[in-house]
């Protein structure tokens, strides 16, 4: 008999699929959040009968369980933990541990593309072009490959899964990957997702309007309440906000808070570690505690959202040799202007002091510290033209 404790996302499950397409009616199944798989655990050492091989995926159990863990592995030789989050790379120096991040060509592993080598290279599983094609798009999916890739296909099936139950996208993918030879979607699924890609983007449109911004440490973070698309929200918003270390988002029915970046200089795992969570580099998260109530929700109340640059501007454009204009919400006026190869600020009409070797960086200290907007084409002309009218 086995049995599989994994994540309860697109990896997790895709490891619960690779189980099932391997072991049949022989492998019971049960998918966590971080927090329940303690109790599975507990559960196993308790209950299971010692010929049950466990398998734990995209998930790590925490320090008394992984000493529990290990004395029962002793004693049964039957536990195989599979990850690729770095907060969990120490359990590589147990021998029922495989934790992997990168792979020697470089590429992010997932979760279900580990479980899915190790099930083949121990002759559990036969690989098929079809199960090729599905453990690539969950991959894919998991590390944001795909949004560099452009691959849609591996943000449909991560769509597809959070529009049908746990048990039904089992079901269909189990049905799916035996009886066809290559993995596709079906002409009412794609145009369920093609919907559900509408949804999301107007769901982040709004969500766009409602991010404070907090210096927390030595880190900017953008904070934003979201219960759903949690992954999208975090990239779009880094991708909005450049001058933002990360953000942090917030599901108060859950008690939960993600931790998005896109930048290579921040380790979201190392923030969420301090507060009690983990992740990856990229990707973390932790609970909603007392201290990190205080940090992102008591102290954040109060805070107006950050105002979003103007969209459609001609004339008020970023890196002009006109200047960039900006105003914050007490309705003082910057310009971003080049002079010399270097970038300078004028605060309403005060060169400031600091220079920058880039329009990205003089922008990047407007937003910070000022909370800046590019402001719009109108609001633009019309200080030029008053500017004109004084100066004459
Ligand atoms: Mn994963």
Redesign the pocket.
Known sequence: MYKLLS?N?L??VGCGILAKLAFGQDVKVRYNSIASLEREIEYFLENDLPDTFLFIT?LSPSEENEKRLNAHFKQYKNIQLID?HKTTLHFNEYDWGTVLVENEEGKLE??TSLFYQFLVANELLKPTEAIDEFVKLVRQY?TWEWEKNDNHKAHFLNSLFFLVSIDEFEETMIDRLTSSEHFDFDEFEKKLLNMEEDRIERYIRRKKREVVQIKNDEYFAGVVYAESYHSELGNELSKEHPHLDYIAILNMGSKKISFRTIHDHVDVSEIATVYGGGGHQKAAGCNLTEETYQIFVQNTFQLDPMPQDAKYNRYNVKESSFGTMYADADDNNYFILQKDGVWMIEKSEQLIETTFASFEEAEKYLKRMYEAYLVRDEVFVEYLMNRVKKEH
């Open positions: 994540h996302d990896d997790g995209d690729h997932s979760a998991d």
